[in-house]
């Protein structure tokens, strides 16, 4: 399982560090790579940034998007994702706390594999987080990665 990464896309630094907590309460030790805003997860995926378009060995199994982010929202980095064909297929779970029936949708229409909303109590936040880092990490058969960047 440590040979897949986590892109957990996280502005809100009490949510990230609750995220990362549950993933360590889980005993998930992929290797978790931290944007905290949608700029920051386009660069690190697209290759603008140090990380990702050096070396598609760093292409995460799955992305945890947050919805509300500063410079550029989860609903356009999932746009953005979803028509570049190196990204395409990509697995993308948002993670959020809107309960929006629009938020919901447009995910959906946007192409997102999953829509889950973050529970307040942490024994429960944990368990989600748990639940998803064993389906994308150990059940999920990702789709073949063509002409990663």
């Given at each position: 399982?440590?040979?897949?990464?986590?892109?957990?896309?996280?502005?809100?630094?009490?949510?990230?560090?609750?995220?990362?907590?549950?993933?360590?309460?889980?005993?998930?030790?992929?290797?978790?790579?931290?944007?905290?805003?949608?700029?920051?997860?386009?660069?690190?995926?697209?290759?603008?940034?140090?990380?990702?378009?050096?070396?598609?060995?760093?292409?995460?199994?799955?992305v945890?998007?947050?919805?509300?982010?500063?410079?550029?929202?989860?609903?356009?980095?999932?746009?953005?994702?979803?028509?570049?064909?190196?990204?395409?297929?990509?697995?993308?779970?948002?993670?959020?706390?809107?309960?929006?029936?629009?938020d919901?949708?447009?995910?959906?229409?946007?192409?997102?594999?999953?829509?889950?909303?973050?529970?307040?109590?942490?024994?429960?936040?944990a368990?989600?987080?748990?639940?998803?880092?064993?389906?994308?990490?150990?059940?999920?058969e990702?789709?073949?990665?063509?002409?990663?960047?």
């Open positions: 399982m440590n040979d897949k990464s986590i892109l957990l896309v996280e502005d809100n630094p009490d949510d990230e560090a609750l995220t990362l907590r549950a993933l360590r309460h889980s005993h998930i030790t992929n290797r978790i790579v931290v944007a905290h805003d949608g700029v920051e997860a386009l660069a690190f995926l697209f290759g603008s940034g140090s990380e990702l378009g050096s070396d598609e060995r760093l292409i995460p199994a799955v945890l998007l947050d919805l509300k982010l500063p410079k550029l929202s989860g609903q356009e980095v999932l746009s953005r994702l979803r028509a570049d064909e190196r990204t395409r297929l990509l697995p993308v779970v948002v993670l959020t706390t809107s309960s929006e029936e629009r919901v949708i447009e995910s959906y229409i946007n192409g997102a594999n999953s829509y889950v909303r973050k529970p307040v109590d942490f024994a429960q936040f368990d989600a987080i748990r639940q998803l880092g064993l389906y994308w990490l150990l059940v999920n990702p789709p073949p990665i063509k002409g990663a960047p």
